[in-house]
């Protein structure tokens, strides 16, 4: 190559070819990959026994869907026991008692998304309303502490208080030492529904009411301040302040609440209802229990009605995450 066929520089002398430089050791996609890892190495383990959790509790076992379409024989074992095709599904909507109990669980949701999830989101604005400090932390301490209780122990004092005298029920000792009729709350069918209704929202309250204050929290006190130099009070606020603030916490929770419609508080429910209250009180966890682990199973049953209504509740997330997207309010995915 001559003088001439060498590119010049902008300064008229001649451009030296810039020698290639080396590739460092581990590039490329594998090595970028093994950085990340070496950088967040500490991140990684800390979720790490969430992950190993998640797989072997939730994922694992889902190789046992099968078991709704197979006639299962312990000996043959889930991947041996023949295949049935719809019979299972056949069964169910074959059984009165299903039906009973989907009625029941149905109810029992819709009357905890009527009363408990507004509940929620009004002891979350009162709260926020109070001025005393020692007073609000005070109260959130009290709203929070039932959720801490396991049912078990929930249900034993709504036993204590709603059990007849002659077991010691408070409110019906009350009653009959004021020569008043007793109730039987918890062996009356048509009032074991609101006692469901009314202990899940004492049980649960406080936790749903901490999202929304931690949400509320996140505002910027310029803008309370603003709007009361402008005269506005504290409802005027409360609309449109606080609400739009904790809009997406509320839609969040609702999607989520939507998806359990067909799912139920075994806990709850089988440490609060008897035979008695079967009609009113059955609910699908408590049916697919009795059909499996409580003496019937028939764990083919109990298996088709749990992938049944999942999918549902999965159908419904997907559904109610499209409407509120196409109100201009951010979803879960």
Same mark, same amino acid.
Not at 32 to 52: D, E, S
Not at 61 to 84: D, R, T
Not at 180 to 204: A, G, M
Not at 216 to 242: F, V, W
């Given at each position: 190559m001559t003088a001439l066929d060498v590119p010049k520089s902008p300064v008229g002398t001649p451009a030296v070819p810039a020698d290639p430089v080396p590739a460092r050791a581990g590039g490329g996609r594998g090595g970028g990959w093994r950085r990340t890892v070496r950088k967040h190495w500490f991140t990684y383990m800390l979720a790490l026994p969430g992950l190993v959790f998640l797989l072997v509790f939730s994922y694992g076992p889902m190789y046992g869907i099968q078991? /709704?379409?197979?006639?299962? %024989? @312990?000996?043959?074992?889930?991947?041996? %026991? #023949?295949w049935v095709g719809l019979d299972n599904f056949r069964e169910m909507a074959a059984d009165p008692v299903f039906w009973t109990a989907l009625q029941n669980t149905i109810m029992i949701n819709v009357w905890n998304l009527l009363f408990g999830f507004t509940f929620n989101i009004l002891l979350a604005l009162l709260i926020n309303e109070l001025r005393l400090r020692w007073l609000k932390s005070g109260v959130q301490t009290l709203v929070y502490l039932p959720y801490f209780l396991s049912? @078990?122990?929930? /249900?034993?004092?709504?036993?204590?208080?709603?059990? +007849?005298?002659?077991?010691?029920?408070?409110?019906? +000792? $009350?009653? &009959?030492? &004021?020569? !008043? =009729?007793?109730?039987?709350? !918890?062996?009356t069918p048509e009032l074991f529904q #609101?006692?469901?209704?009314? %202990?899940?929202?004492? =049980? +649960? /309250?406080?936790?749903?009411?901490? $999202?929304? !204050?931690?949400? $509320? &929290?996140? &505002?910027? #006190?310029a803008l309370y301040e603003s709007a009361a130099i402008d005269g506005a009070n504290r409802i005027q606020m409360m609309r449109h302040i606080t609400l #739009?603030? $904790?809009?997406p916490s509320i839609v969040v929770l609702l999607i989520l609440q939507l998806a359990t419609l067909f799912q139920s508080n075994f806990d709850q429910v089988y440490n609060l209802y008897s035979s008695f209250v079967y009609s009113t009180g059955d609910v699908l966890s408590t049916y697919i229990y009795r059909m499996s682990l409580g003496g019937g199973g028939n764990f083919e049953l109990s298996t088709a009605v749990n992938l049944l209504f999942n999918v549902a509740g999965l159908i419904i997330i997907v559904f /109610?995450?499209?409407?509120?997207?196409?109100l201009d309010v951010m979803g879960i995915f």
């Amino acid at each position: 190559m001559t003088a001439l066929d060498v590119p010049k520089s902008p300064v008229g002398t001649p451009a030296v070819p810039a020698d290639p430089v080396p590739a460092r050791a581990g590039g490329g996609r594998g090595g970028g990959w093994r950085r990340t890892v070496r950088k967040h190495w500490f991140t990684y383990m800390l979720a790490l026994p969430g992950l190993v959790f998640l797989l072997v509790f939730s994922y694992g076992p889902m190789y046992g869907i099968q078991l /709704a379409f197979k006639n299962f %024989s @312990v000996s043959k074992g889930v991947w041996g %026991s #023949p295949w049935v095709g719809l019979d299972n599904f056949r069964e169910m909507a074959a059984d009165p008692v299903f039906w009973t109990a989907l009625q029941n669980t149905i109810m029992i949701n819709v009357w905890n998304l009527l009363f408990g999830f507004t509940f929620n989101i009004l002891l979350a604005l009162l709260i926020n309303e109070l001025r005393l400090r020692w007073l609000k932390s005070g109260v959130q301490t009290l709203v929070y502490l039932p959720y801490f209780l396991s049912w @078990v122990v929930f /249900a034993g004092l709504i036993g204590a208080f709603l059990s +007849t005298s002659s077991d010691g029920g408070v409110i019906n +000792t $009350i009653l &009959a030492g &004021a020569g !008043l =009729k007793e109730v039987d709350f !918890l062996r009356t069918p048509e009032l074991f529904q #609101p006692v469901l209704v009314v %202990s899940n929202i004492i =049980k +649960t /309250a406080g936790y749903s009411s901490i $999202i929304y !204050l931690a949400a $509320i &929290a996140s &505002a910027d #006190p310029a803008l309370y301040e603003s709007a009361a130099i402008d005269g506005a009070n504290r409802i005027q606020m409360m609309r449109h302040i606080t609400l #739009p603030r $904790i809009m997406p916490s509320i839609v969040v929770l609702l999607i989520l609440q939507l998806a359990t419609l067909f799912q139920s508080n075994f806990d709850q429910v089988y440490n609060l209802y008897s035979s008695f209250v079967y009609s009113t009180g059955d609910v699908l966890s408590t049916y697919i229990y009795r059909m499996s682990l409580g003496g019937g199973g028939n764990f083919e049953l109990s298996t088709a009605v749990n992938l049944l209504f999942n999918v549902a509740g999965l159908i419904i997330i997907v559904f /109610a995450n499209r409407i509120v997207e196409k109100l201009d309010v951010m979803g879960i995915f």
